[in-house]
């Protein structure tokens, strides 16, 4: 053979091998890191996975502060996904939603999108039947986070609000710390500094379905939530003022029940003003993390999530605005009551309550909340 030719054919290998592009690892939910590969805003996204020793992963991106993927073991030791989310960036840019979103600079509605500071009426975006919810249209689910992984359990994300953020006042720094624990527990800190007086509530707004197929509802899920009392709400979901019992009513989940038991009884005007539950309950637990403040169990799965908080509220919803329109990972419709929400917070509207926990941070103060979500299996 001609020593030139060969040379000639190696050469012609190598270059075609330097050419193609390296294999893609999916991550164990399936969901391929450079879908989620954008410039947003002049800022980067990306996926970022956590995993433990047990075999649990989370992915997370900082879009939004999201997490998209939560694969736990369930009754018969399948790993299965039990969050709603996407499996690409331009789905949650171009889809409104909440997913699995980082919520802030506060969280649930505001009334008619007005707080009052020092005597000064500061008037927010209103997006929501009149209120501003979620922290306006542009509220940081839609804003990307600076990431920063620690190791390969944890994930700090940063997010630099400027002065007249949605017409909040003061520049807020806020920190999310996710920490994927050996004990499968997600466990979320959350800080904010500002300097000029504001208000925070930040939450995570993750869709669960622990049956791992959101195809089905989860109206089936049995429900435990720690609490005696709750906050009504009037026709527009805004919260009236009023703590009252739970007892005798459908709002009781002192005694864990599926949630489907009462959610179609619309004569109980709670219900019918939610749409199904979407409501504060009024946690017992004082914020003591060492104590439930809900649990959830998937009775086909045996998969069971537990929440704690050092908050002293925590909004149940039940999926009701799914409404099959919006296909997420792996195509799947996404229904009505696909999912249940468990969104540890302080009250809704709290600014305007004055004789509820305050959510005003002063400069030199430093916001801090906590929530776990600790998985483990019924067998």
């Known amino acids: 053979m001609n020593k030139h030719f060969l040379l000639a054919g190696i050469a012609a290998l190598m270059l075609a091998s330097c050419n193609q592009k390296p294999e893609t690892k999916l991550t164990l939910s399936?969901?391929?890191?450079?879908?989620?590969?954008?410039t947003v805003n002049d800022a980067t996204t990306g996926l970022y996975t956590l995993k433990n020793k047990a075999g649990m992963e989370v992915c997370i991106t900082n879009f939004g502060?999201?997490?998209?993927?939560?694969?736990?073991?369930?009754?018969?030791?399948?790993?299965?996904?039990?969050?709603?989310g996407f499996d690409n960036?331009?789905?949650?840019?171009?889809?409104?939603?909440?997913?699995?979103?980082?919520?802030?600079?506060?969280?649930?509605?505001?009334?008619?999108?007005?707080?009052?500071?020092?005597?000064?009426?500061?008037q927010l975006p209103q997006n929501n039947f009149g209120h501003c919810l979620h922290g306006g249209p542009e509220g940081w689910q839609y804003q990307v986070y600076d990431a920063k992984p620690i190791d390969?359990?944890?994930?700090?994300?940063?997010?630099?609000?400027?002065?007249?953020?949605?017409?909040?006042?003061?520049?807020?720094t806020a920190k999310v710390l996710f920490k994927l624990t050996e004990d499968n527990a997600i466990d979320i800190k959350y800080s904010a500094t500002t300097d000029k007086?504001?208000?925070?509530n930040m939450t995570n707004h993750s869709y669960f379905n622990l049956s791992g197929d959101p195809a089905k509802i989860a109206t089936d899920h049995i429900l435990y939530v720690n609490a005696d009392t709750y906050t009504p709400v009037d026709s527009t979901f805004m919260t009236t003022g009023e703590i009252v019992t739970v007892k005798d009513t459908p709002m009781d989940f002192t005694t864990p029940?599926?949630?489907?038991?009462?959610?179609?009884?619309f004569d109980f005007i709670q219900l019918k003003n939610?749409?199904?539950?979407?409501h504060n309950w009024v946690l017992n637990t004082q914020g003591d993390l060492t104590q439930v403040a809900a649990r959830l169990t998937s009775p086909t799965s045996g998969i069971t999530l537990e929440v704690y908080t050092n908050e002293p509220g925590i909004q149940v919803y039940t999926g009701n605005f799914l409404d099959g329109t919006v296909k997420g990972k792996k195509g799947i419709t996404y229904n009505q009551r696909a999912s249940v929400c468990l969104e540890t917070q302080h009250y809704p509207d709290s600014p305007n309550k004055p004789q509820w926990p305050s959510v005003v941070l002063e400069p030199g103060q430093t916001y801090n909340s906590e929530c776990i979500f600790k998985f483990s299996v019924e067998k």
Do not use: C, H, W
């Open 30 to 38: 399936g969901l391929n890191p450079t879908d989620f590969q954008t």
């Open 65 to 84: 502060g999201r997490i998209v993927s939560v694969m736990v073991p369930d009754k018969n030791g399948t790993m299965q996904d039990v969050v709603l």
């Open 89 to 122: 960036i331009a789905d949650y840019i171009n889809i409104p939603s909440d997913f699995g979103a980082s919520i802030g600079r506060y969280a649930n509605r505001i009334n008619q999108g007005k707080i009052v500071l020092d005597n000064d009426t500061i």
């Open 152 to 172: 390969e359990t944890t994930l700090e994300l940063t997010r630099i609000s400027p002065d007249g953020d949605q017409n909040f006042p003061g520049n807020v």
């Open 197 to 200: 007086k504001t208000v925070v």
């Open 257 to 265: 029940k599926p949630i489907g038991q009462d959610i179609a009884n």
């Open 274 to 278: 939610g749409n199904g539950y979407d």
